[in-house]
T-cell receptor
């Protein structure tokens, strides 16, 4: 069965420290993975996707098929990074099929 | 370009009642998905509509049903409400399999 696991409910760091939010997935096919972020009192929004291999707000994530992981990293955390982060796996399909499987989320708290 | 809007933002229902939640898709989007997010959990896929047809369903009972209208807005209906249905319900719209944009959600409390 397809599953996304985020082992940490809370990650607490100081400003300027490196951050790594862990995500592991279980899927037999070719995965398509995303990181979504939810800032306080805002809606869920896409942060980045593995296909584009981009860096958004200093965050990067590399897909490691051998370890079935898609960890989110940032070398120097900022206070404005404090938010809820969700890793998501998209299942393939036709005709507009766009099902996302989410992990339980990790709350990142960056302290001054 | 307007975003995804959901109504109402909050509501309280009694166990056994029925509820209808509404979602207005982002302009130009023809796919709408509904998710249930229980407290402390990630969103869980309920079902999806593409061009007014249901084309995917998660592990939810038939008392969860939906509609998509010609203007691509959508409704989620839940019959015979149970206490465990208390959650945040999220709607997401997309153009086929492009990025999904989420609404602010409807917080449903069943008492």
């Amino acid at each position: 069965a397809q599953r996304v696991t985020q082992p940490e409910k809370l990650l607490s760091v100081f400003k300027g420290a490196p951050v790594e939010l862990k995500c592991n997935y279980s899927y037999s096919g070719s995965p398509e993975l995303f990181w979504y972020v939810q800032y306080s009192r805002q809606r869920l929004q896409l942060l980045l996707r593995h296909i584009s291999r981009e860096s958004i707000k200093g965050f990067t994530a590399d897909l490691n098929k051998g370890e079935t992981s898609f960890h989110l990293k940032k070398p120097f955390a900022q206070e404005e990074d404090s938010a809820m982060y969700y890793c998501a796996l998209r299942l393939p399909g036709t005709g507009g099929y766009n099902k996302l499987i989410f992990g339980a989320g990790t709350r990142l708290a960056v302290h001054p | 370009e307007t975003g995804v809007t959901q109504s109402p933002t909050h509501l309280i229902k009694t166990r056994g009642q029925q509820v209808t939640l509404r979602c207005s898709s982002q302009s130009g989007h023809n796919t709408v998905s509904w998710y249930q997010q229980a407290l402390g959990q990630g969103p869980q896929f309920i079902f999806q509509y593409y061009r007014e047809e249901e084309n995917g369903r998660g592990n939810f009972p038939p008392r969860f049903s939906g509609l998509q209208f010609p203007n691509y807005s959508s409704e989620l209906n839940v019959n015979a409400l149970e206490l465990d249905d208390s959650a945040l319900y999220l709607c997401a719209s997309s153009l086929a399999t492009t990025e999904a944009f989420f609404g602010q959600g409807t917080r449903l409390t069943v008492v």
